[in-house]
């Protein structure tokens, strides 16, 4: 069975940094897609940057420049590394991983942004 272990949350001032780590244990095919979301309360999941196992990105326009998608694929895990954090950057980050039809989300690690 496949799981998804995230980490890397916690609690920055504007303008600071922080890196999410996601790591996905169990059997996968290598045609899959990594990435991470983003969800306030009372608002939609939205996207935040996605990256397949050829390396290849989409990001979310709010996160362009700041942030960084990246993954090792040895050890099925990608990375956010999150620059010039701003307020509106306040969100529990989902882990996704989508691959041979099937999709799955990790626990939510809490990321506020907060002076």
């Known amino acids: 069975q496949v799981q998804l272990v995230e980490s890397g949350g916690g609690l920055v001032q504007p303008g600071g940094s922080l890196r999410l780590s996601c790591a996905a244990s169990g059997s996968i095919s290598s045609g899959n897609v990594m990435g991470w979301y983003r969800q306030d309360p009372g608002k939609q999941r939205e996207l935040v940057a996605v990256i397949n196992t050829a390396g290849s990105t989409n990001y979310a326009s709010s996160v362009k420049g700041r942030f960084t998608i990246s993954r090792d694929n040895a050890k099925n895990t990608v990375y956010l590394q999150m620059n010039s954090l701003k307020f509106e950057d306040t969100a529990v980050y989902y882990c996704?991983?989508?691959?041979?039809?099937?999709?799955?989300w990790g626990q939510g690690t809490q990321v506020t942004v907060s002076s």
């Open positions: 996704n991983l989508a691959w041979a039809g099937r999709d799955l």
